[in-house]
């Protein structure tokens, strides 16, 4: 099993856009998800990129974004579950393991999102993939600890919360979470990067270690 730590530098979350998007809708996305949670979103806007190249030169989507052609236009869910799992790289914690979103033909009208999390069981990983409607706001703020396994989508859910074809209620939103999590609570709390230290003087001793902000450590197994 593979050691998985969220503090320093949370994995990058895929977007595909299975319908045309604008590119000021995906900029929004990228605003909304940094007031609540790091913006680490990956634009999936090639289907080998990201196997292709060294994943470490794959960056996070920043705004604004440029137009592109979405490589996955029409594509179903299975289609993008198999696609995310032999051309998104597990290997080096750069890419989440576990999740990824989905902008559809809803997000144009109501720009909301499909989140998804393909090992929804940890007991059961053949188990159906699980998505759920959420805002812009939280996507990545949900996805983050389901992506590390301390929370499963849509746990305790009632079967009226669940979605139908990407056209159910939208679950997850900013207004919920703060209803639930409490006014002050967002996820950049646990995903912070390490501080920044000026370097000491020439001859001065070292430095000794930085504590870090509050972390989460988990042992994922593979997908």
Same mark, same amino acid.
């Given at each position: 099993?593979?050691?998985?730590?969220?503090?320093?530098?949370?994995?990058?979350?895929?977007? /595909?856009?299975?319908?045309?998007?604008?590119?000021?809708?995906? $900029?929004?996305?990228?605003?909304?998800?940094?007031?609540?949670?790091?913006? +680490? !979103? /990956?634009?999936?806007?090639? !289907?080998? +990129?990201?196997?292709?190249?060294?994943?470490?030169?794959?960056?996070?989507?920043?705004?604004?974004?440029? *137009?592109? =052609?979405?490589?996955?236009?029409?594509?179903?869910?299975?289609? @993008? +579950?198999?696609?995310?799992?032999?051309?998104?790289?597990?290997?080096?914690?750069?890419?989440?393991?576990?999740?990824?979103?989905?902008? $559809?033909?809803?997000?144009? =009208? #109501?720009?909301?999102?499909?989140?998804? &999390?393909?090992?929804?069981?940890? @007991? $059961?990983?053949?188990?159906?993939?699980?998505?759920? +409607? *959420? $805002?812009?706001?939280? *996507?990545?703020?949900? !996805?983050?600890?389901? #992506?590390?396994? &301390?929370?499963? !989508?849509?746990?305790? =859910?009632?079967?009226?919360?669940?979605?139908?074809?990407?056209?159910?209620?939208?679950? /997850?939103?900013?207004?919920?979470?703060?209803?639930?999590?409490?006014?002050?609570?967002?996820?950049?709390? /646990?995903? =912070?990067? %390490?501080?920044?230290? *000026?370097?000491? %003087?020439?001859?001065?001793?070292?430095?000794?270690?930085?504590?870090?902000?509050?972390?989460?450590?988990?042992?994922?197994?593979?997908?």
């Amino acid at each position: 099993m593979a050691e998985t730590v969220l503090g320093r530098r949370p994995r990058m979350i895929p977007i /595909y856009c299975t319908a045309e998007i604008a590119p000021e809708i995906i $900029d929004k996305l990228i605003e909304r998800t940094n007031e609540r949670a790091p913006p +680490r !979103l /990956y634009l999936v806007d090639s !289907l080998t +990129r990201a196997i292709d190249d060294d994943p470490a030169n794959c960056l996070p989507a920043t705004i604004p974004t440029s *137009a592109f =052609q979405s490589p996955v236009l029409g594509w179903s869910l299975q289609q @993008l +579950r198999e696609h995310y799992e032999t051309q998104i790289p597990e290997t080096g914690g750069i890419f989440s393991s576990f999740v990824f979103i989905v902008l $559809d033909e809803r997000t144009t =009208q #109501d720009e909301t999102c499909r989140i998804v &999390s393909i090992y929804p069981d940890p @007991l $059961d990983p053949t188990a159906a993939t699980i998505t759920a +409607r *959420a $805002d812009f706001y939280v *996507a990545v703020e949900v !996805l983050i600890p389901v #992506d590390v396994r &301390s929370h499963i !989508l849509n746990e305790g =859910q009632g079967d009226e919360n669940k979605e139908d074809g990407g056209q159910g209620e939208v679950l /997850y939103t900013k207004e919920r979470m703060i209803a639930e999590m409490g006014p002050d609570f967002n996820m950049k709390d /646990y995903a =912070q990067p %390490p501080p920044l230290v *000026a370097a000491p %003087p020439a001859g001065a001793a070292p430095l000794g270690p930085i504590p870090d902000g509050p972390s989460l450590v988990v042992e994922l197994p593979p997908r």
